[in-house]
């Protein structure tokens, strides 16, 4: 436990990998944790005995933000409530035709980002910001069809959320302890206090909604009159039925906090590391921006249709981005269901499993120039976000996988095409590239410690239509 004090939990968790090995037991307080951290060990957890690790454990924490396990990424594996609503959210929530009828929202919210950024005077522009406005002003547009009125408050609320939901404070690591309890009153208040106004605020959202009578939409996205977004569907089929279980208010409440968390968060951090690391390698951006610029030459906005699997090296800067700082850098926590061995050795019934997927992507044996930005590595590989390559793991493996990868992705490219074709990009005040901080914070997401500011000037005519 002391050897996580003071240092991020996947950094201290690497340390320790290099000298015991890449199947490791550690205690955290009462919490009996394996952590594993090579390719060969992951793909037992995730593949071989993946029914196995299909749990999570819910720490007291994570159960005041998700309802208890009433939502998709905490809800308990088996349970006919995670089969259902998991099938809802891939197939129909985060499916492709529902991604690709999201495309408009795509396009007018990374017009918005640029027209933002060019009548701003001066041109110092804090990118995390712009970014994390633009990815919840997209997250909320696709799934309640409305920016949020409550979107700063909801931004700032859910950056403290994500910290306590690390899962390294006292009352998690020693749940039946009082003495953590007292000493950790403090956090368990501010996380009741912070839920609570999470849900309100959804609440909120989820009234208005239904006053608009927006259930009412027949739903057919070709045949509607307006696009239907992700709460328009789970009120349909809370009204309709359908499913295996009833989605109660509190169900649509925890689904709808991982549509907004999962979506918005990871592909906001992404995007704002892949733009630091642009900057970071001036040869790596000009041909980033090479290619976007010759793509779209004398085009006054990105249309999505446009740049669709025709920025190969822009898809190989966001997989080399993903390597290097995939967001949830320990994945989300996994349960051993069964006593059972991982490379030969034994996994009690109920250890708590960290995948260290940022270790894996850093290993040196198994990445050249593994510190290194290269984008150019993936250019004759393969290895996709599929889950099957276990060196490279930003959104998981197996039956836990993320179901948002394809939506996130698309997120991420259009609002990197867009910043890279409208503007040239430097630190400020001339400092050199090497001098950009690259340091994470502290959280169940691994985010820059300081934000991003960069010098923006103009490339091309800005899309100053709506
Ligand atoms: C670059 C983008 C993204 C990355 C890197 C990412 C990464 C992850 C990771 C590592 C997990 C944990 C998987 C596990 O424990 O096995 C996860 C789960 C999840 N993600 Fe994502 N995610 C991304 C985008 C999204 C988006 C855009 C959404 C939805 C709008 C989303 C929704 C979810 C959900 C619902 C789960 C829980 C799945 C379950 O427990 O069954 N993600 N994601």
């Known amino acids: ?17 290099q000298r015991y090995g890449p199947v490791m037991l550690l205690r955290l307080g009462h919490v009996r944790a394996v952590v594993v951290s090579s390719p060969e060990a992951a793909r037992e957890v995730m593949k071989t005995h993946d029914a196995i690790f299909a749990n999570r454990p819910l720490y007291v924490t994570m159960d005041i933000f998700t309802y208890s396990g009433r939502n998709i990424t905490f809800a308990p594996y088996q349970s006919r409530h995670w089969k259902e609503v998991r099938r809802l959210c891939a197939t129909e929530l985060l499916g492709p035709k529902r991604v690709l009828s999201f495309r408009p929202i795509r396009e007018e919210e990374a017009a918005s980002l640029v027209r933002g950024i060019a009548a701003s005077p001066p ?92 259930a009412a939409t027949t739903g057919d996205v070709e045949g509607s009159s307006r696009r239907e977004d992700i709460l328009d569907l789970l009120l349909r089929f809370q009204k309709d039925g359908g499913l295996g279980i009833t989605l109660t208010t509190q169900v649509l409440s925890g689904v709808m906090f991982d549509v907004f968390a999962a979506g918005s968060e990871t592909t906001g951090t992404t995007t704002i590391w892949a733009m630091s690391e642009l900057v970071r390698s001036p040869r790596v951006m000009e041909r980033a921006q090479s290619e976007v610029r010759q793509l779209l030459h004398g085009k006054t906005r990105v249309p999505e249709a446009d740049i669709q699997g025709r920025l190969p090296y822009l898809q190989t800067v966001i997989k080399e981005t993903l390597r290097l700082h995939p967001p949830a850098p320990l994945i989300l926590p996994r349960l051993c269901g069964e006593s059972t061995k991982v490379l030969g050795f034994d996994v009690p019934e ?117």
């Open 1 to 17: 436990m002391h050897c996580l004090l003071g240092a991020l939990p996947h950094h201290a968790m690497r340390r320790l990998a």
């Open 123 to 214: 041109a110092l522009v804090n990118v995390s910001e712009r970014i994390k406005v633009l990815m919840t002003d997209l997250l909320m547009r696709c799934a309640i069809g409305d920016r949020c009125p409550m979107r700063d408050e909801y931004i700032a609320d859910m950056d403290k959320a994500l910290e306590l939901m690390a899962g390294f404070n006292l009352i998690d690591l020693f749940p039946g302890s009082w003495l953590a309890r007292t000493l950790g009153a403090g956090s368990l208040r501010a996380a009741r206090e912070l839920h609570d106004r999470i849900h309100r605020i959804t609440q909120a959202i989820i009234d208005y909604h239904e006053s608009k009578g927006a």
């Open 350 to 466: 109920g250890t708590t499993v960290f995948v260290n997927v940022w270790a894996l992507g850093r290993d040196k044996i198994l990445w050249a120039d593994a510190d290194e930005f290269k984008p150019e590595r993936f250019e004759d590989d393969t290895t996709d976000f599929s889950g099957t390559d276990f060196r490279f793991l930003p959104g998981d493996a197996g039956r836990r996988m993320c179901p948002g990868l394809t939506f996130g992705v698309a997120n991420i490219e259009i609002t990197l095409a867009s910043l890279l074709y409208h503007f040239d990009w430097k630190l400020p005040g001339g400092a050199s590239p090497y001098e950009l901080d690259m340091s994470e914070s502290y959280g169940i997401t691994a985010r820059r410690k300081t934000d991003l500011l960069l010098e923006a000037t103009p490339y091309v005519p800005h899309g100053l239509e709506s």
